[in-house]
């Protein structure tokens, strides 16, 4: 049983635009939320997370947006560049972080010029 | 470069046969996880090692364990492999045991023939 999903597997955005990648969760206790990007060859490494104290966080060019209610978070980058192409991974933790990370599936991003 | 290291990078093996996957976590890192990634699927959960003691059990086949040693490095033993077991396998470290600060090493690619 998923309890963090990522519907959409793949997601094709033009440079300059915004790219807006979803993921829902099933599992009430998760109280902190992670995205990790992860490039070809490489492991995954952290972007940017929130806790379930916020609804939004923002560093840069990217922001994480969290519905508690809908148990739904999604993570915005504006302006979207060619180096963003990467699989995205939604990520959650329970017990304030202290719990260990379910992930995703995953969602390439492709930022074309 | 991270600073967890994994070795080797890519191994390819029989069915029926046992391998070993090693991971140095970063300096200063008490705590290692595993995760597998197959094919189309995201991180899966192995297993956590804190300061030398098993911390938390995921999806970990009984085929597989794990420890970690005095130096904090940890191995990852897979045994009686089966094609399935074909896989990415990542190794992650943070500080303590919290979400906040995982870093993944690049993992080894496992390829069972």
């Known amino acids: 049983d998923q309890q963090v999903k990522q519907n959409s597997p793949s997601l094709s955005v033009q440079e300059g635009r915004i790219s807006i990648l979803n993921c829902d969760y099933t599992n009430s206790m998760f109280d902190y939320f992670l995205w990790y990007k992860k490039y070809p060859a490489e492991g995954p490494t952290f972007l940017i997370s929130?806790?379930?104290?916020?609804d939004k966080n923002e560093d840069g060019r990217f922001t994480v947006f969290l519905n508690k209610s809908a148990k739904h978070l999604s993570l915005h980058i504006v302006p979207s560049q060619p180096g963003d192409s990467a699989v995205y991974f939604c990520a959650a933790s329970g017990n304030s972080g202290y719990s260990t990370l379910t992930f995703g599936k995953g969602t390439m991003l492709l930022v074309s010029p | 470069d991270s600073g967890v290291t994994q070795t080797p990078k890519h191994l390819i093996t029989a069915t029926g046969q046992r391998v070993t996957l090693r991971c140095s976590p970063r300096s200063g890192d008490l705590s290692v996880y595993w995760y597998q990634q197959s094919l189309d699927q995201g991180l899966q959960f192995l297993i956590q090692y804190y300061n030398g003691e098993e911390r938390a059990k995921g999806n970990i086949l009984e085929r597989f364990s794990a420890q970690q040693f005095p130096d904090l490095h940890s191995e990852l033993n897979l045994s009686s492999l089966e094609l399935g077991d074909s896989a990415l396998y990542f190794c992650?470290?943070?500080?303590?045991?919290?979400?906040?600060?995982?870093?993944f090493g690049s993992g080894t690619r496992l390829t069972v023939v």
């Open positions: 929130i806790s379930s104290i916020k």
């Open positions: 992650a470290s943070s500080v303590e045991g919290s979400s906040y600060g995982y870093t």
